[in-house]
């Protein structure tokens, strides 16, 4: 699997637009770009995936470029409640054993 | 809620001691996961399985172990424990073997004292 780099922390202010970058420039032709949080200690949540088109949902937006080699994850409107770490993971989508490999992430801070 | 059950949500036991958690997954999914995310370190693949089969393994220990049964609920059995083993213990799961779609469920607090 592709290994991913993400900056260790970031602070964004309520209400604006956190931008959150992923670099994976040893991504293959068949990898997705998969985006998890987890808040505090709670349990991981799946928020978005996508292979090369942005992708949108109702929590957050993808960006990835047209080489492939770097995305973004963008919460349009952060709240309070978006405080997280935030796992950006590449994963081939195949039939067989599948072992989501988790980094350290980026500690994502909104602010009042 | 991801609709991932995980008992019990806080365990204290002593070093030596044996300890079985258990998950029920999503309705409907059939691939079930263990993690452990201990202080220092981040979320740990300890293995899947897939409608009752062995399907990855990461880096478990000899002294735990795991099953699916029938009704595709898992448990995870730790043994001989010692207080590194204390940590946060997560159950995922998803609808088939090969997603990167994972559930959560919201963890086992395990402490070894």
């Known amino acids: 699997d592709a290994k991913t780099t993400q900056p260790t922390s970031m602070d964004c202010a309520e209400g604006r637009a956190a931008n959150l970058p992923c670099n994976h420039s040893t991504i293959s032709g068949n990898e997705y770009v998969y985006w998890y949080r987890q808040i505090h200690s709670q349990g991981p949540q799946y928020i978005i995936h996508g292979l090369k088109n942005n992708e949108t949902n109702e929590m957050a937006s993808l960006i990835i470029t047209e080489d492939r080699k770097s995305s973004t994850l963008i919460l349009p409107h952060a709240t309070l409640r978006d405080t997280a770490v935030y796992y950006c993971i590449v994963r081939a989508r195949i039939q067989g054993a599948q072992k989501l490999v988790f980094g350290q992430g980026t500690r994502l801070t909104i602010n009042p | 809620d991801s609709g991932v059950t995980q008992t019990p949500k806080h365990l204290i036991t002593a070093t030596g001691q044996r300890v079985t958690l258990r998950c029920s997954p999503r309705s409907g999914d059939l691939s079930v996961y263990w993690y452990q995310q201990s202080l220092d370190q981040g979320l740990q693949f300890l293995i899947q399985?897939?409608?009752?089969?062995?399907?990855a393994k990461g880096n478990i220990l000899e002294r735990f172990s795991a099953q699916q049964f029938p009704d595709l609920h898992s448990e995870l059995n730790l043994s001989s424990l010692e207080l590194g083993d204390s940590a946060l213990y997560f159950c995922a799961s998803s609808v088939a073997g090969y997603t990167g779609e994972l559930f959560f469920g919201e963890g086992s607090r395990l402490t070894v004292l």
């Open positions: 399985y897939y409608n009752g089969e062995e399907r």
